[in-house]
């Protein structure tokens, strides 16, 4: 099969389109024929060797975690697919990845796609969403009616959050650039804030649940805009617990899980019309370095999605 893989850490240059041998699914696994692949800033960040004493990933490694594709084969016990089912899922990031024809992956990392989604567009769904839907709802207990500030509303995990919140019946503020400021409203954001022109805690008060994407300064000065017993959670950096406890509020830092229940969950809000993923750049897989670029860039609006099957784009435009 065709695959980008590293061979080393280091910068986008390392990532090599080459043949690689197809993997086999093992008992409770299946064997996936990806159609297309999400790309998400921990692509870049394996690639620069800044999870190496975390992950304990071998070379040649295949990267990215996000993926669309159609059950090929199943390894011995799978019970919840069958071959031929189009799945979507975030397989375990401290395995080989989607960049590639094939992967073999945990079926319970999967569930069957949104049916009114693309092979692309769904396979830029898994990671940013689950970590948005983790990080409201299961860390920060989200409640309809609360004060939500989604910093990078316009970024992958961001715009999948605001919408979430959204349905979930939240007030939300989100921060992002001028540019992005119609994106925003058009997400559903009550308040946009545009961080080049004001700053974010003159705008949001009383908030009940920070969502930080970006860390250092924007973490630190996001405490003064949390009401007694709110939360920040971050992405990107261990929040303070000393800070946390002197405010009388909760903090903590999420790492997002697989969990195919949570996505057969988005799908099915997915399919309803009331989350939809933006798609900035497809890519073809060969390419791939010039998505890490973009990605890179610190300023992709939505996603970035890989087209590893159908390289010509015709199917997804004949379909939704
Ligand atoms: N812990 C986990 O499990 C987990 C999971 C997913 C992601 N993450 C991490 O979370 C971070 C965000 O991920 P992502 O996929 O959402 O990234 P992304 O898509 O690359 O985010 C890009 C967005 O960030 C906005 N932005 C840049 N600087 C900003 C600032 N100072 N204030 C507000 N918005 C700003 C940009 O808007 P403008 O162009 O308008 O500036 C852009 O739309 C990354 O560091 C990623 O590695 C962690």
Known sequence: MKAIRI??????????????????????????????????????KVREGEMKDFWPHKFPLILGWDLSGVVEK????????????EVYGLPDPTRGGAYADFIAARESEF?????????????????????????????????PDQRVLIHAGSGGVGHFAVQLAKWKGAYVFATASTKNQDL????????????????FEDVARNIDIVL???????????????????????LVQPPSE???????VRA???????????LAEIAKIIDSGKLAPIIDRIVPLSEARRAHELSQSGHTRGKIALRVSNPDGTLERKQP
């Open 111 to 143: 569930s069957l796609k949104p049916k009114s989604l693309h092979h692309i567009r769904a396979g830029a769904v898994p990671l940013a969403a689950l970590t948005a839907w983790q990080s409201l709802f299961d860390t920060g207990q989200l409640q």
């Open 252 to 262: 903590a830092i999420i790492g997002a899980q697989p969990n195919g229940a949570q």
């Open 212 to 234: 930080d994407t970006i860390g250092g300064d924007t973490q630190e000065r996001s405490w003064s805009v949390l009401k007694k017993g709110g939360v920040l959670v971050s």
């Open 242 to 248: 000393e800070k946390a406890k002197e405010l009388g």
């Open 74 to 85: 199943l390894g011995r016990g799978v019970s919840r697919f069958k071959i031929g089912d």
């Open 7 to 44: 061979h080393n850490y280091g910068g986008p240059e390392t990532l090599k389109y080459e043949d690689a041998p197809r993997p086999k699914p093992q008992a409770g696994e299946v064997l996936i024929r990806v159609h297309a692949a999400g790309v998400n800033p921990i692509d870049w």
């Open 184 to 199: 925003l409203r058009k997400l559903g954001v009550d308040e946009p804030i545009d961080y080049t022109q004001q700053r």
